[in-house]
């Protein structure tokens, strides 16, 4: 597509519930990232895809949390068991093969509330 | 380690005073460094990287080695300006790369 796409735009979920997590990068891009935007924190790095394989998963917080991503494109984040402190946005952003000079195209996150 | 420290979390400054956005970073290698800028209720996207020596929406930025800093500069800063602005230091090793960003400074220019 155009852009990177994001999906749901927000969800809203119960503590305890699982939730799954969309992102649909630019065609071609080969790289995927997961970021995590809170308030006050930055942007967190998550975990980095090359194709379909995953080298770095050092963000993950924990367990709960995986990713998994398919035939070189879609990639979907998986928090099982949600809990409060899971609420934030969810960025997912792609970049051509080393993602240097062109940097990274974000898409406009999941807004994730657990309640 | 590498990392990102933008001390600021809000910088207010008046229309048509000049700007700088701080940012320091600490990484033992060759680092490649970049804005990127998120705009009330748009998309985090990139605002420019060192590498290109670019000058966008009238910002610029140096890389400083020798302080590790890499700070974001408008001589007159405008309404439009208004927004969150993200450092980021981009990194390899093994084959792989890494971003971190920093924890975003809020720019608010006011009229």
């Known amino acids: 597509g155009a852009g990177v796409s994001q999906s749901p735009s927000n969800k809203v979920t119960e503590k305890g519930k699982d939730v799954e997590l969309r992102c649909d990068p630019i065609s071609g891009h080969t790289a995927l990232y997961w970021y995590r935007q809170s308030l006050g924190q930055g942007l967190e790095f998550l975990i980095y895809f090359q194709g379909n394989s995953a080298p770095d998963k050092s963000g993950l917080p924990s367990d709960r949390f995986s990713a998994e991503r398919t035939g070189g494109s879609v990639s979907t984040l998986t928090i099982q068991r949600t809990q409060q402190e899971d609420s934030a946005v969810y960025l997912c952003?792609?970049?051509?093969?080393?993602?240097?000079?062109?940097?990274?195209?974000f898409g406009s996150g999941t807004r994730l509330t657990v309640v | 380690a590498q990392r990102v420290t933008q001390p600021e979390k809000l910088l207010s400054v008046f229309k048509g005073a000049p700007v700088e956005l701080k940012c320091n970073y600490s990484y033992s290698g060759s680092p490649e460094l970049f804005w990127y800028v998120q705009y009330s209720r748009q998309r985090l996207q990139l605002l420019l990287r060192?590498?290109s020596r670019e000058s966008i929406k009238g910002f610029t930025a140096d890389l400083n080695k020798g302080e590790t800093s890499f700070h974001l500069k408008k001589p007159f800063a405008q309404e439009e300006d208004s927004a969150m602005y993200y450092c980021?230091?981009?990194?390899?090793?093994?084959?792989?790369?890494?971003?971190?960003f920093g924890t975003g400074t809020k720019l608010q220019v006011i009229p």
């Open positions: 952003a792609s970049s051509r093969n080393s993602g240097g000079y062109y940097g990274y195209t």
């Open positions: 980021a230091l981009r990194t390899e090793s093994g084959g792989y790369q890494k971003v971190t």
């Open positions: 060192h590498i």
